[in-house]
């Protein structure tokens, strides 16, 4: 028996293929190959420097899809640390940088503008997915609480989603059905971080947790300020990792649809996340008192695991994408 499409899902859906058909063409910019790859070390360098398991996850891949998805990162790193990080005015920094970063080519000489306008030419990113992103990002100017988990689902679509549809484009897939276990794995990896920063985000005066669901299980914000950790909050936490692992198990049949070289690195990106998940649960849902973190050693055993089920994956659509064409070509092959 099919499981029943829930009221998030299908306006995830709805976002997930708005306006495909404006995809650009496959091709390089045009610009000095030597500034060009400066500007890739530099995406590099930013990856390395904020996002230890990315950067370990996309290492993974190979030449020159490694490097563009660390182009991908830095965008969405720069894009989320203008609403986090930056003073002055936060909505007029946002437009320029959205100006300078969906235009081909960027209208200015920012290094991660130039490389990540070279990744969208190049593996034909539909300029939709970056919209979308700096939409979401954007939300947390004027949003800093959600209603309830379909509220909430919209938001993780937004900052996170996206980046996976648009990593599935440099990664290369097999058809549109990919999409939805894309939309999905964002979504999921998404409320992992939600779940392990609920004391850096009470911080800065954000809660993502749901509004209805926290009263449901008879807790208030009192309890978020005081970081009280009891049985109420226990249940809620099992409760919200429940559905976290389920969404991680609907979404991880979609890898197979993943170019076989890409497999792994979404593989080890996806356990590297859920042992945070694990994590958190062996810790009784405190998430309060410690930050929950993974060390080098305890992702460098997971990733024999996870490439093993990754070289196990079978498209069951039968796509041979062992042999499909280079990114250039490849806006053939999607949709």
Not at 242 to 269: C, T
Request: charged residues 25%; glycine residues 6%; negative net charge.
């Amino acid at each position: 028996m099919n499981r029943p499409v829930r009221s998030w899902e299908r306006r995830l859906m709805a976002l997930a293929y708005e306006r495909l058909e404006n995809k650009p063409l496959g091709q390089a910019l045009e610009t000095d190959l030597d500034t060009l790859h400066r500007a890739y070390v530099h995406c590099d360098g930013i990856a390395r420097e904020h996002s230890r398991t990315f950067y370990m996850a996309s290492g993974l891949l190979p030449e020159p899809r490694r490097r563009s998805m660390r182009a991908l990162y830095a965008f969405c790193r720069i894009t989320d640390d203008l609403i986090d990080r930056a003073d002055g005015d936060l909505e007029a920094g946002l437009a320029n940088w959205r100006a300078c970063v969906l235009e081909s080519p960027p209208p200015c000489d920012n290094p991660v503008a130039l490389a990540w306008a070279d990744t969208r030419s190049l593996y034909a990113i539909p300029a939709r997915y970056a919209e979308q992103l700096v939409v979401g990002v954007a939300t947390d100017l004027d949003k800093v609480r959600y209603s309830d988990f379909d509220e909430l689902a919209v938001y993780c679509y937004g900052v996170a989603s996206t980046v996976g549809l648009m990593a599935m484009h440099i990664i290369g897939f097999s058809g549109h059905d990919a999409i939805p276990y894309a939309v999905k794995l964002g979504v999921a990896m998404q409320l992992t971080n939600i779940l392990r920063d609920v004391r850096e985000d009470w911080a800065v005066g954000r809660l993502y947790l749901p509004q209805d669901e926290l009263a449901a299980f008879g807790l208030t914000e009192d309890d978020i300020a005081a970081g009280r950790v009891d049985d109420r909050w226990r249940a809620f936490m099992r409760f919200q990792i429940e559905r976290n692992r389920q969404l991680y198990a609907e979404s991880l049949p979609g890898i197979a649809k993943l170019h076989p070289s890409g497999r792994f690195a979404v593989a080890a990106a996806a356990e590297l996340y859920q042992a945070i998940l694990t994590e958190i649960a062996i810790r009784d849902g405190d998430v309060f008192s410690h930050r929950v973190e993974i060390n080098t050693w305890d992702k460098l055993r997971r990733l024999p695991g996870a490439w093993w089920r990754a070289r196990r994956m079978r498209d069951t659509a039968g796509s041979q994408m062992e042999e499909w064409p280079q990114p250039a070509d490849m806006v053939h092959a999607s949709f």
